[in-house]
């Protein structure tokens, strides 16, 4: 059993900075790609960014130079650091990662998900 917890999320004006986070816990051998999603209303849920184990990135191009992904494999934690935000940016946000469990199988697990409004 693999949990994702997500904090950080909240109401933000404008131009304004949040800091996601995400812990994993549980039966964990390994972590692979750790990433964030975005769901907002009425809308399909995207990729907002990604790092791979090895710390290769990737961003969704509407949030490239504003948000910045990284990890803390010591905790099992990923951050999101949101800056410069926008009110397009209100959706809710989900932790996704691949994780190698301690049976060694392979499981894609998804958190709770986090509210993030942006107020203009």
């Known amino acids: 059993q693999v949990q994702l917890v997500e904090s950080g999320g909240g109401l933000v004006q404008a131009g304004g900075s949040l800091r996601l986070s995400c812990a994993a816990s549980?039966?964990?051998?390994?972590?692979?790609?750790m990433g964030w999603y975005r769901q907002a209303p009425g809308k399909q849920r995207d990729l907002v960014a990604s790092?791979?184990?090895?710390?290769?990135?990737n961003y969704a191009d509407s949030v490239k130079g504003r948000f910045t992904i990284s990890r803390d494999d010591a905790k099992n934690t990923v951050y999101l650091q949101m800056n410069s935000l926008k009110p397009e940016d209100t959706a809710v946000y989900y932790c996704?990662?691949?994780?190698?469990?301690?049976?060694?199988?392979?499981?894609?697990?998804w958190g709770q998900g986090v509210l993030v409004t942006v107020s203009s």
């Open positions: 549980g039966s964990i051998l390994s972590i692979n790609t």
């Open positions: 996704n990662t691949g994780v190698v469990t301690t049976l060694y199988r392979i499981i894609g697990v």
């Open positions: 790092i791979t184990s090895s710390g290769r990135t």
